[in-house]
C-alpha cells in the first residue's frame, strides 16, 4: 500500500504543478500537496530514526532534549495539513486571506508545545481530533456556502472539494477509531483521494494541450 500512495502523491502533485502553470487558481491546491509529500516524508523519517526507537527506549517516559524538539516538529508538520485544508478552503471556496487559520495554527502549536509532557497520548489524540473538527467546519462551511452561491466549478474548485470530502472521511474514519491505530484506513482514504485527484488534473492538462 505504502509504494501505491507515495506513487500517487507524487503523480498528484506533478500534476498540480503542471496545471498551476497556467491556471494561477490552481496553485493553492499545488502548494498544500507539495506541503502535504514533503512533510510526509519528513515525518516518517523523524518517526523512523528518532520517535519510534526513543519510545521504544523510554517506555512511556516523556520526552526529553532534542527528541522532544523532533516530536514537536513532527506534531506541527501533522497539524500543518489540518491548518493547510482549511485555509484551502477560505481562499479558494470562501474567496479571503487565511490569516485568521494561520493564527490559530500558531497558537494551536503553541498550545501543544506548552502543555507537553501532560498533552501526550490519549490526550494528544484528543486535541488532534479538536483540531481536526474545528478545521473540517470552516472548510465544510466554506464549501457550502460556495455551493450555495451558484458558481461553475473549475478544476480548482472540484480538486479543493475533493480534498475537504477526503479529510472529511478521516474523522468519520481514523479520527473515530483513533488516529494512532488506524494508520492503514488513513492511507486508503489518501489512495482514493489521490485517485479522485490525478483524472481531476490530467483532463485539465488534456484539454489545455488540445
Request: charged fraction near 15%; hydrophobic fraction near 60%; glycine fraction near 10%.
Amino acid at each position: 500500500m505504502v509504494p501505491a500512495l507515495w506513487t500517487l502523491a507524487v503523480l498528484s502533485t506533478v500534476l498540480a504543478w503542471l496545471v498551476s502553470r497556467h491556471r494561477p487558481e490552481h496553485r493553492p491546491i499545488a502548494w498544500l500537496l507539495g506541503y502535504g509529500l514533503a512533510t510526509d516524508a519528513v515525518r516518517e523519517l523523524i518517526g523512523a530514526r528518532v520517535l519510534r526507537p526513543a519510545r521504544a527506549e523510554l517506555a512511556g517516559a516523556p520526552f526529553t532534549g532534542w527528541v522532544r524538539v523532533a516530536g514537536h516538529v513532527e506534531s506541527a508538520l501533522f497539524v500543518g495539513w489540518m491548518a493547510g485544508v482549511a485555509a484551502l478552503a477560505v481562499f479558494i471556496f470562501g474567496r479571503r486571506r487565511p490569516w485568521g487559520v494561520l493564527a490559530v495554527y500558531v497558537v494551536a502549536v503553541a498550545v501543544l508545545v506548552a502543555g507537553y509532557p501532560t498533552i501526550r497520548g490519549a490526550m494528544l489524540g484528543r486535541a488532534y481530533l479538536a483540531l481536526e473538527l474545528a478545521a473540517l467546519c470552516t472548510s465544510v462551511g466554506c464549501l457550502i456556502l460556495w455551493f450555495l452561491g451558484g458558481e461553475r466549478g473549475k478544476t480548482h474548485h472540484l480538486a479543493a472539494g475533493f480534498i475537504v470530502i477526503g479529510e472529511s472521511l478521516m474523522l468519520v474514519g481514523p479520527f473515530r477509531m483513533g488516529i494512532f491505530d488506524a494508520w492503514d484506513l488513513a492511507r486508503s482514504i489518501l489512495i482514493a483521494l489521490y485517485i479522485s485527484l490525478v483524472p481531476v488534473q490530467g483532463v485539465a492538462i488534456w484539454r489545455r494541450t488540445s
